[in-house]
C-alpha cells in the first residue's frame, strides 16, 4: 500500500484530514482553535477545521465560528501540501491573507509536530 | 620731547592701533568659529536624534516582519503537519498491516520449524517459542506509530534471532 500526499483541498479536508485527525484527537484539541481555510480557484472550496470540538473535526462550508480564516489560492495550497517552506515566501508575496486573529496561526504549526517524537 | 622720542612715539600708537584692530579681528573671527561650532554641535545632535529614531523605526519594522515570518512559517507548518498527518496515519495502517501479516507468517514459520525438528530440548524450544508470541502481540497492540514500525523491525530481526538460537540448541542439545 503506497502512501502518497493528498492531490488537491478537496482530496486533504473531505476525505485524509478527518481520518488523519481521528488518530490525534487529543493532540489537536490542545491546538484549542477553529480555523477556517478558504481555498480559491479551481477545485477550491471553504473548509472549516475545529480543534475545541470533542473530537476535532472537519466542515465543509463556513460554520461560522473561524476564529482565524486563512485564504490562499489552490495552486499555491497545493506547495504547502508538499513543501513548508513555501509558507514564507507566498506569505509576503501576499499570496496567504489572514483574517481574524493572525496570532491563532502560530498553533496551526502545532500540526507539523504531531506526528513527529519528541 | 625730542623728535626722535617723538617719532618712536608716534610708531608705538601705529602699532598699538594695528595690534587693536587685530584683536577686533581675532575676537570676530573667534566669535564666528563659535557659531559654527554651536550649529555643527545642533546639526549633529539632530541628526543623531534622527537616526535614533530610524534606528527605532527599523527595528519596530523588523520586529513586525519576524513576526509576520513566524506567522508565514506556521502556516506552511500546518498546511504540510496536516497533509503529513494523513500520511502519518496511512503509514501506520499500512505497518499494522505488515505487522499483522509478518506476524501470522512468523509464528507459523516457526511453528513449522520446531515440528520439523527432533531434539532432546524440544520443551526449551516450545518455551522460547512461547515467549516469542507474547513478546511480538504485546508490541502489536501498541498504538504508538513509530514504535509499530519499531516492532515490524524487531519481527524481523526476531526471526533471525530465533534461528540463531535455534541452531546454537542443536548444536548444545544431546545427540
Known amino acids: 500500500m503506497s502512501v502518497t500526499l493528498p492531490s488537491s483541498a478537496t482530496e486533504l479536508f473531505d476525505d485524509l484530514l478527518p481520518t488523519g485527525i481521528k488518530g490525534y484527537p487529543d493532540k489537536i484539541r490542545e491546538i484549542n482553535a477553529v480555523f477556517g481555510f478558504d481555498i480559491e480557484g479551481d477545485d477550491g472550496g471553504f473548509w472549516t477545521l475545529d480543534c475545541t470540538s470533542a473530537p476535532p473535526q472537519v466542515h465543509k462550508g463556513n460554520t461560522g465560528k473561524c476564529q482565524c480564516t486563512i485564504t490562499l489560492e489552490h495552486e499555491d495550497f497545493k506547495k504547502l501540501l508538499s513543501d513548508y517552506n513555501a509558507g514564507i515566501s507566498l506569505y509576503f508575496q501576499g499570496k496567504i491573507r489572514v483574517s481574524g486573529d493572525e496570532k491563532l496561526c502560530l498553533r496551526l504549526g502545532e500540526f507539523f509536530a504531531i506526528t513527529r517524537p519528541k | ?175
Open chain 2, 1 to 175: 620731547m625730542t623728535p626722535e622720542e617723538q617719532n618712536e612715539l608716534d610708531q608705538l600708537k601705529q602699532s598699538l592701533r594695528l595690534t587693536t584692530a587685530e584683536l577686533a579681528d581675532a575676537r570676530g573671527k573667534l566669535k564666528a568659529m563659535e557659531l559654527n561650532v554651536y550649529e555643527t554641535k545642533r546639526n549633529a545632535e539632530k541628526t543623531l536624534s534622527e537616526a535614533k529614531a530610524l534606528q527605532t523605526e527599523t527595528e519596530q519594522s523588523l520586529a513586525v516582519a519576524a513576526d509576520q515570518m513566524t506567522v508565514a512559517h506556521a502556516i506552511g507548518l500546518g498546511i504540510f503537519g496536516m497533509a503529513e498527518l494523513t500520511r502519518a496515519r496511512m503509514a501506520r495502517a499500512s505497518a499494522a498491516a505488515r505487522i499483522v501479516y509478518r506476524e501470522n507468517h512468523l509464528v507459523e514459520h516457526l511453528e513449522r520449524f520446531v515440528s520439523a525438528q527432533t531434539v532432546g530440548n524440544a520443551d526449551g524450544v516450545k518455551q522460547v517459542l512461547g515467549y516469542l508470541k507474547e513478546k511480538i502481540a504485546g508490541i502489536r497492540h501498541d498504538g504508538e506509530m513509530n514504535r509499530q514500525i519499531a516492532a515490524e523491525q524487531y519481527l524481523a530481526h526476531g526471526f533471525s534471532a530465533f534461528e540463531t538460537f535455534w541452531q546454537k540448541l542443536l548444536q548444545e542439545s544431546p545427540k
